[in-house]
């Protein structure tokens, strides 16, 4: 089976950096959003295929300037359903609107843009890694919750900066050691913020009487180490 390019890409050690930074700036899938207007003076394509892209402002654009599209939208709303094939390039969106060009997707942190098809494979490649043990993308993924973790503790309001920095100092210890898990002594001092920042959090519904969406109330999981 013919490899895919994100594929290509991790297999290539030179590359294995910049694939881990797409692992962590494109999943888990829920950072993903559409591009609406694209940089100026910023190539336009997949960051991963080189496919050419579009952005969302442009295809409003195009469908509103297009005297042609509505007509042919009809129309091949009409073949679609009587099942007649309509060539690639022929298709009322391809013609008036996106030209060939793929929708434009990007993540969180990141200034690169990947195709949806990208995507894809992207997620299929993590997920294949993880079933298979390969270990640096199970390092990535574990490193990615670890951060999802800290963050719910870092971004709260109801901790003061004294405790943000103690957290922050928790994190960079786990991600420096060995195993990449937190000794008791850090565990208890984390189970205590936890409780502070819910306490906050029930006083807060208590005095508006609304209910206040809270990150660290999800349940969560600590491996821990004897000190």
């Known amino acids: 089976m013919e490899k895919t390019k994100i594929e290509q890409l991790y297999e290539n050690e030179k590359a294995r950096g910049f694939v881990n930074h797409l692992i962590h700036s494109y999943l888990p899938i829920h950072k993903v959003t559409k591009v609406w207007n694209f940089e100026k003076n910023k190539p336009h394509k997949c960051s991963i295929c080189g496919h050419e892209l579009i952005d969302v402002e442009t295809i409003f654009e195009r469908v509103q300037k297009s005297k042609e599209f509505a007509g042919e939208f009809v129309d091949q709303m009409k073949k679609d359903l009587e099942g007649k094939p309509t060539k690639f390039e ?12 793929i929708m434009a997707w990007t993540g969180e942190k990141t200034d690169t843009m990947i195709c949806q098809p990208c995507v894809q494979e992207l997620l299929n490649m993590v997920e294949r890694g993880l079933l298979i043990g390969d ?36 994190e960079k210890k786990i991600e420096n050691s060995p195993q990449h898990k937190a000794t008791f002594g850090d565990l208890e001092i984390l189970q205590n913020l936890k409780k502070k920042m819910e306490e906050d959090e029930a ?25």
């Open 90 to 101: 022929d298709r009322f969106m391809v013609k008036h609107v996106t030209h060939g060009a």
């Open 135 to 170: 270990k640096n993308i199970t390092y990535q993924v574990n490193k990615m919750q670890r951060g999802q973790l800290f963050s719910s503790f870092t971004s709260s309001s109801s901790l003061n900066s004294d405790e943000i920095k103690v957290v922050e100092k928790i």
């Open 203 to 227: 006083n807060k519904r208590m005095n508006t009487g609304e209910d206040v969406l809270f990150e660290s109330s999800k349940t969560i999981k600590l491996e821990h180490k004897k000190s």
